[in-house]
């Protein structure tokens, strides 16, 4: 029901753009997020958006690098990932809740997307 993609190879200091799009049911109104989990590590929360687009939560580790937005008549949120890191280096989920709030706990969250790989080399 969401299907993630965008991710690839970026340099460090480069640009990617995630997309997340929603189909087989209407994902609008539902807050929405990234998270990536990076190998031998536990998922993290990146950032979330409220399903109207006027709240935004980021995990510090994203805040002033990485901007999350929506277009709720395509129904896809999407992820701008600036000033890339080695460490950004991860599959990032997109994930969908039911929450008003762009939380950031995983257990908020009830849809999820299969994943898309960013590689950030140095």
């Known amino acids: 029901q969401l299907q993630a993609y965008g991710g690839g190879l970026a340099q460090a200091g480069g640009s990617l753009r995630l997309s997340c799009a929603a189909s087989g049911r209407t994902l609008s109104t539902y807050a929405r997020a990234w998270f990536r989990q990076a190998p031998g590590k536990e998922r993290e929360f990146v950032a979330a958006i409220t399903w109207s687009g006027s709240g935004t939560n980021y995990a510090t580790s994203a805040a002033g690098r990485f901007t999350i937005s929506r277009d709720n008549a395509k129904d896809t949120v999407y992820l701008q990932m600036t000033s890339l890191k080695p460490d950004d280096t991860a599959v990032y989920y997109c994930?969908?809740?039911?929450?008003?709030?762009?939380?950031?706990?995983?257990?908020?969250?009830?849809?999820w997307g299969q994943g898309t790989l960013v590689t950030v080399s140095s």
């Open positions: 994930a969908a809740s039911f929450a008003r709030a762009p939380v950031s706990t995983i257990r908020e969250y009830i849809y």
